[in-house]
């Protein structure tokens, strides 16, 4: 049984006293009677000691009835009353309902989701209780949450709470909304066992309603996670009964959408990318795909057929018209999970890539001779940005005034050594090179070219970090050390990798190699050995020289989140003439495009992430600051408050339970609005409908429990209120048969004299 009756005792032992009074008022009608000789009566008490046996026989006949009769109304009139006289007894019972409000349940069966059928399955569940059980209910995608829909209580809350006669009662489950995370089954397991613990005399019970898909009761690691959580439930003496509203069904999902390039800017145009899954078992036909940028509806795209579990990438590019924060929406044709055919990005559109150029050996008198000039003319031709790069050109001595993350990437042009200073110890540090690792770490981007001005004891020194630095290979002395106009080295190519900065030098373009030529160059001592740390990745060659030992002429390193290109001859006429060269205009722009510091990841995550953002100094000023989510007007605009996180404001919201886009808005002192965007994207595995059959269920679980399944197409509440009536209804049933038996027997018997004919004369 689902639901455990409760007991009406009052009920109960009225029947039972009723039941005592047919044998007490034959015991009394057998006391008055006063036994008197009579000769004219010997003959008679002769017949009746004949029949003593059989009158004796139906007196007890009729007795029993009567007593059965008011054993069985008790009975009855105590189901009526939500008794259960039948089933057991009266022990309280702990409820627990663990409610699965992950995106999966909001797949459509009929006019309603699946989750609004759990909620209202779970309602009427709780309509059915008795006063003197407990209710709680659980979030499955959010176990810790103590807000509304997090986790709710009823009746005698478990911790203490209002009593049941709470005007809102158990309807007001209607009210949970779905979120659009994943559910968290073994934590949510683990924090019933935890409600429960301090229900030592009751019955406890723990109820699980959800779909029941494959990818979490039958993926091995999280079916033994689940395994283990029912363990020890069972362990903890609590029953299991498992809801399953579960339906199969075909879905198709818009897995993610992407920017293609680094970064986004304004007049360039953007490529992006959205990747559709069909996740069902039947071909899709017909589907399209629509995308909105803003209020800018782009044409819509038919797609081709999606086979079974299969997917499409589809592209697309849009031109910004101008910089600041964008959301690119892509949305499919609506199906039965519609919460997975829409999703966003979040999108800040640069007015240029800003590149940071150092340069070690400035020339004031000669601005051409300084080592950044041809860096700085190939990004930026005009100084204005207008081919979407701008580079910001600064001498070695003004390195400390410069903060790394107002930049997209950075190129240090012969720098012989970073500015150096002393701790509280006398220690010599270098606050640069450690605030450059940072910002590399945190994804930005950093090239450096090499001259005749580089200390090699800095440079295998902090800068090597023992192969754990922003320098990949440790440095031998410059080859050779007096240019000669006959004697240079070229690009090797067959060394030339597929790297999209050198594919000016493929293909066709070997033969750009020959026009090539390096006078001095630094050779790298290569190392077999990994980098010590996990910060810095692996070394990979993208271009040898054509010496005698095929040197490395730029190899290129991952280094936390970011990317490292080290160019072991310079970018200056000084010890090459590369930079006279056209080929040196593409590689030095594709170079800039791939260093770029994306800003995707600080402003699109997964759902179930915090809304986080380091205000800029443009911003720390900021009157006000407000954050509006996708459930808006449903959810109110929150009132957000900056705090101090070391040298660093932040703004922070807490994890974001609906994909979409979130808009947090700065208000200035001047009443001016400052809006950033942030995407939250759901997890593509949720669009997966698979139902888990009932074979996987039983191992996920692991342990007795009772099941009921069907209930996507049910629309009666599980549970037994009804079948508790008809219980109720049969009874008085009997008891009316009873009773007429009762009648027939007793006129059969003649304990009854017949009534006299109407008009007859006594």
Known sequence: MILAWAWTPALAIGGAVLAAGPILIHLLNRRRFKILDWAAMRFLLESRRKNRRRLRLEELILLALRVLVCAVLGLALANIRGGAILAGAATPVAHVFVLDDSLSMGQRAGAENLFQKAVTTVAD??????????????????PDADEFYGRLFYARDLRGGPPPSSPAGPRRLTALKLTDLRAKFPDALASARKVLANQKDSVRRVYLASDFRRAEFADRAGAEAMRKAFAGLAAAGAELVLLDFGAPAGNLTVEKVELLDKVAVAGVKARFQAVLRNHGSEPVEGASLTVQVGPTALPAVELETIGPEGAVSKTFTYTFAEAGPAAVRVSVTPDVLPADNTAALAVNVHEAVRVLVVDGAPDATNPAAAASFCLARAIDPRSNGEFGQRAEVVPLQSLPEVRFDDYDAVILANVGELPAGRDEAGKVIYPQLDALA?????????????????????????????????????????????????????????????????????????????????YVYVPAIESASPPPADAAGPVRVLARFDDRDGSPAVV??????????????????????????????????????ALARSDSAAFDAPVGQKVRYALPPALIDAASITLTTPAYPEEDVAALQARLEGREKVVEYLPAARAGIYELKFIMPDKSERPVLFSRHIDPAEGDLAKADRAEIERAVGCEHTYKG?????????GQPSNEKAYAWMLLALVLAMLGIEVFLAQRFGHYAPLPAKGRRG
Do not use: C, H, Q
């Not at 569940?125 to 499955?140: K, Y």
């Not at 240079?488 to 190699?513: I, K, N, Q, Y």
């Not at 072991?568 to 722009?589: E, G, H, M």
């Open 438 to 518: 940072r910002y590399v770490r945190a994804g930005g981007g950093l090239a450096v070219f090499l001259g005749d001005r580089v200390n090699l004891d800095f440079y295998n020194g902090p800068m090597l970090a023992g192969g754990a630095g922003l320098s990949p290979l440790r440095l031998a002395a410059p080859v050779p050390a007096t240019p000669d106009a006959g004697r240079f080295v070229r690009l090797r190519p067959d060394s030339v990798a597929a790297e999209p900065m050198l594919r000016v030098f493929a293909g066709r373009g070997e033969a750009f190699t020959k026009l090539v030529r390096f």
């Open 710 to 718: 069907g209930l996507a197409a049910a629309s009666a509440a599980v």
């Open 125 to 142: 569940l709780i309509e059915t209780l008795p006063a003197g059980d407990t209710v709680a209910i659980l979030s499955a995608a959010r």
């Open 556 to 593: 290129r390193r991952t280094f936390g989140r970011g990317t490292v290109f080290f160019w072991y001859s310079s970018a200056d006429v000084r010890w090459t003439d590369w930079p006279k060269d056209l080929t040196f205009l593409p590689v030095i722009n594709d170079m800039a495009a």
